[in-house]
C-alpha cells in the first residue's frame, strides 16, 4: 500500500513501488546520501525552483494512534519543511490530484511516476508509532535517479498536549518529531536553527530517563514528610525532576514515567521500584528503545538537615552506567515544597 487514502488503494498497488522500500531497523541509521538542503534567503521557498521538492508517498501508523494521523501529517509535514525554508512540499490534495490523472490515461499511478510527474527530488516513505507518551516518527526517503538512494530519520517527541476530554492532540508533537527526524535525514542538526518562530527552533535531542531516587534515612531517622512513604515520594520526586527538565531543556528529551514503564512492560517487566537504583535488565531495555541517558537521584538526612545529589548518566548497551555530571545541594527546610525548589534549582544546573 502506497497511498492512504482509500478512494484511490486499488490503483496503487505495484510489485515494483514495493521493491523501493527499504525497512530501516529503529533506532539507526544507515545512510547513502543526503537530501540537499540548498541555502537560500528565507521566504523565497515559493519561488526557488531549485529547491527540494518532497512528496510523501505512505502514511502507515500503529494501530493506537487514529486514522486522523494522516491528515495531520500532510499539514505537520508542510509546517517541518516550511520552518525549515528550503524545501518545497507537494501536499497530498496535488500528490492524489496528479496520481488520479494518470490512472484516467490509463498510466499506472506508482509513487515513482507520481513523484516524476510533480518533479520531487525525494518520496518520503513515513512510520508513525507511539510508546506510552512517546511519538516515534521515522522517515526512510528515496531519491536520486529512478529513487533508488537511500537515507533515514527518527525524530522522538513527547505528547504533552490534551483537549478537554483528554484526547490526545497530536499535531504540536507530530510537527517536532518531523522535524528532529529531518534533521536526521539532511544530516543537518541546525537546520531549524533560524526558524522564524522560536517554536519551530527545534534541534535533535537526546532522550532522557529518570530512574530513580533514593530516600535514604537510616542512619538517621527522620519525620520529615519527604521520608515518609518512599513509593509514593519518590515517584514524586521522579516527576519533580521530569517537569522541571522539560522546562528548559533542548540538549535533551525528557522522557515521562508513563512512557519508561511502557517500555519495561514491553518486555513483561514489572514492579519496579523508583526508590532503589534500576538494575542491568532495566537500564538494557531502556537502551534498546534509544534512551541513552538517565539522572538518578537521593535525597540523604544529615544532622543539619538533607542532602540532594543528582547523577546525570550514559546508559551502555550491557546495561552499565557511566557517569556524565554529579551535583550536590543541601536542604534545610522539612516541607515538600522546599524539596521541590531545591531540586528543581539543581536539575537546571545539572543540564546545563
Known sequence: MIFTHKSILPMLRLTYILLLIIIVPAFSQQDTFKINTFSVAPGSQKKDTSLARIMIAEIIHGKDIPNSIIRKTDAAMAIALGAADKFIYV?????????????????EPTAFSVGQQLKAEALFFLRVHKLGNLL????????????????SGIGLAMLRYRDSLGTIVYDPTL????????????????????A???????????????????????????????????????????????????LQQKKYLPIDQVTRDSVYALKGLRGTENFNLPNKEELSLLYSVGFAYCINGKCKKTLEGADISLTLQQIKPDGTLIKVKKLTAGLSEDTLEAFKKTTTALVKKLLQ
Open 91 to 107: 501536499s497530498l490534495k496535488e500528490r492524489d490530484s496528479i496520481a488520479k490523472k494518470l490512472k484516467d490515461a490509463n498510466i
Open 136 to 151: 516515534r516518527v521515522e522517515i526512510s526517503a528515496r531519491a536520486g535517479k529512478d529513487y533508488n538512494q537511500s537515507v
Open 175 to 194: 510537527v517536532e518529531a518531523l522535524q528532529r527526524a529531518m534533521c536526521q535525514v539532511t544530516g543537518d542538526s541546525s537546520l531549524y536553527q533560524k
Open 196 to 246: 522564524d518562530s522560536p517554536e519551530y527552533q527545534v534541534a535533535p535531542a537526546e532522550p532522557l530517563c529518570f530512574v530513580s531516587f533514593q530516600l535514604e534515612d537510616t542512619q538517621i531517622k527522620s519525620l520529615w514528610p519527604i521520608f515518609q512513604g518512599k513509593e509514593v515520594n519518590s515517584f514524586y520526586a521522579l516527576e519533580v525532576l521530569f517537569e522541571a527538565a522539560t
